[in-house]
């Protein structure tokens, strides 16, 4: 490669990263900015102050929020990992008639549009009394998820089969197989289910925004809607408040980045998930 | 007698145990389809036929709210709205994954860095990256415009004028690129180094190589692309929702910006009608399943499968 070439292809690489870093950038410095100060685009703020953070820890339940998202977040996350890992081994070790059908229609289920589903589902939990409450937006992952089994299956079929055979003829039970020898083995996927279902239960509006009615409730997207709706657009005009409260949303998924960023990238390169 | 006779009974043979072990490893899944899926969509169906508002009991009107879809305004308004949005923001996006993918993929040095970087914004939720639209596009003071103001343009009103409203949310939609980059890169690795080396002993210039070579190769993967995130272009909701649309008791709107999930999310649950929404659900259904059929009929003549055809 020529050294012009090398030099241009620095370049272009300098410029588009500050392009996707800076908003990040923006949004944290500006909420550290006085209200008439929130849209001067300095990098470093002229006057910097943090009455922003206590100003919307004292407007919004935000420990309540948080606590709310977290609470949902590692029940969908632990619940659809632990079901999701059963029935990809159900699929992956065992040989049964029908299996390939039944699989087809595992796969068939993630073509359908969430759309179709989401209002008679919401008459489901409508009808046991559980809207307004946190449950409906974690239980369905009970169930698992035809993605996560699809992705799990996948891993189980590259295991080799020879330590489930000698395990058998040693005597352990199918429960045994599965959790002491193939859950360990398939770590990694693992991981990366952990690490996606994490992701999508804390940046979900849609399903907080049909389920939780009470502020109490809330997670920490649907009451960061809720702020926009009351100090943005709504009326009251405080940016740099809706600002504050969108890094506070935001870093926890940057944290979460930076603690499994390898397998982040392998699960999405290896699956091709769009997220 | 025939030699079945020695033969132990179905339910103590391998094959039986093998089986009930697999049934009761996958019951969850079966039970949550049951239930989650293949009811709902019975249900899904039928209330399509109703007039439903949670409280009374459903009452069965025929085909009459799916006549009632062609005559609805806002139905042709927030088609309208979604093909224009998937048209403009899904070649973007891949135009721009593919060549940040590239000059990743040239890069020698750093490239985990650079691949960090433009992956970072994907973990923003959605209602965050709505907010952050608002911020930046706001056409008096945002940070878009001060920046086009250096080079002297004047630029548009993005967040309130209904002809800068769905340009804005194609470019914010750039800012998320970071799975696709990830995915091609992934692809350009697998493209087999000897075939370059043969290329360049042929004179072929960077251009060529690229478009003769590593773009074919990679079809496969951009063609995934391009239909997967077409069908989530059809299903956009958070962003413009968040931006443009208020909940609860702040109702301020842009029917610039009224996608056809939010229209169905409005009618289900702001005004409750039930059976209709239902079927508003469904003609999606319907649309994305042609869209999604076109686009292969017509893109498979451009993907090239290593070892022909599958």
């Known amino acids: ?275 | 007698m025939p030699a079945t006779h020695s033969k132990a009974p179905f339910w103590r043979s391998m094959r039986w145990r093998d089986t009930r072990a697999a049934l009761l490893f996958i019951s969850p899944w079966i039970i949550g389809f049951l239930i989650f899926t293949a009811w709902p969509v019975i249900n899904s169906a039928y209330l399509s036929l109703t007039d439903y508002d949670v409280i009374n009991d459903p009452s069965f009107v025929g085909f009459d709210n799916y006549v009632q879809l062609f005559q609805d305004p806002k139905v042709g308004l927030a088609l309208r709205n979604t093909f224009l949005f998937t048209v403009m923001s899904v070649p973007t996006q891949l135009v721009v994954s593919l060549a940040l993918a590239l000059l990743l993929n040239s890069a020698t040095k750093a490239t985990g860095f650079f691949r960090t970087a433009f992956f970072l914004p994907k973990m923003t939720p959605p209602v965050a990256i709505g907010i952050l639209l608002l911020m930046l596009f706001n056409g008096q003071n945002g940070l878009i415009n001060a920046f086009l103001g250096v080079f002297g343009i004047d630029g548009p009103a993005w967040t309130t004028d209904p002809a800068w409203v769905k340009p804005g949310l194609v470019l914010m939609s750039l800012w998320t690129v970071g799975s696709s980059i990830v995915i091609i890169l992934a692809a350009l690795r697998g493209v087999p180094q000897e075939l370059y080396d043969s290329a360049l002993v042929d004179g072929a210039g960077w251009w060529r190589r690229t478009f003769r070579i590593t773009v074919p190769l990679i079809s496969p993967t951009l063609f995934f692309l391009f239909i997967v995130d077409s069908i989530n272009a059809l299903q956009s909701f958070t962003e413009a929702y968040t931006a443009f649309f208020g909940s609860g008791n702040t109702t301020y709107s842009n029917d610039a910006a009224l996608f056809y999930a939010i229209y169905l999310f409005q009618q289900a649950f702001e005004f409750l009608h039930m059976g209709y929404a239902s079927a508003l659900a469904w003609l999606l259904f319907i649309v994305i399943m042609a869209i999604t059929g076109v686009q292969m009929l017509v893109t498979r003549r451009f993907v090239h499968y290593e070892g022909g055809q599958p």
């Open chain 1, 1 to 275: 490669m020529s050294r012009v070439r090398k030099i241009l292809t620095w370049a272009a690489l300098g410029v588009f990263t500050v392009a996707f870093i800076y908003p990040f950038v923006w949004l944290l410095s500006a909420s550290f900015k006085p209200r008439g100060e929130v849209f001067d685009h300095r990098l470093i703020p002229e006057t910097f102050i943090l009455d922003n953070y206590v100003k919307v820890w004292q407007e919004a339940p935000l420990a309540l929020w948080m606590f709310n998202t977290l609470l949902v977040t590692v029940l969908a996350a632990v619940a659809v990992t632990i079901t999701s890992a059963m029935v990809a081994w159900g699929f992956a070790y065992f040989r049964f008639p029908g299996r390939g059908a039944l699989f087809g229609v595992v796969l068939a289920t993630m073509m359908l549009p969430g759309a179709v589903t989401m209002i008679p589902v919401f008459l489901i939990w409508n009808s046991l009394g559980m809207v307004g409450t946190l449950t409906p937006l974690w239980a369905q992952n009970l169930f698992g998820s035809a993605f996560y089994i699809f992705l799990l299956r996948q891993f189980f079929l590259g295991l080799p089969r020879e330590p489930f055979e000698a395990a058998k003829i040693d005597g352990a039970n199918n429960w045994k197989i599965f959790t002491r020898i193939a859950l360990p083995l398939c770590k990694p996927a693992v991981v990366v289910t952990l690490l996606f279902e994490f992701q999508a239960a804390w940046t979900d509006l849609m399903r907080p925004l049909i389920y939780l009615r009470d502020s109490s409730t809330f997670t920490v997207p649907r009451g960061l809607k809720a702020l926009l709706d009351q100090f943005g657009f709504g009326g009251e005009w405080h940016w740099e408040i809706v600002m504050t409260a969108s890094v506070i949303t935001t870093i926890p998924m940057i944290i979460l980045f930076f603690l499994g960023q390898k397998h982040f990238i392998k699960g999405i390169a290896t699956t091709g998930s769009k997220g």
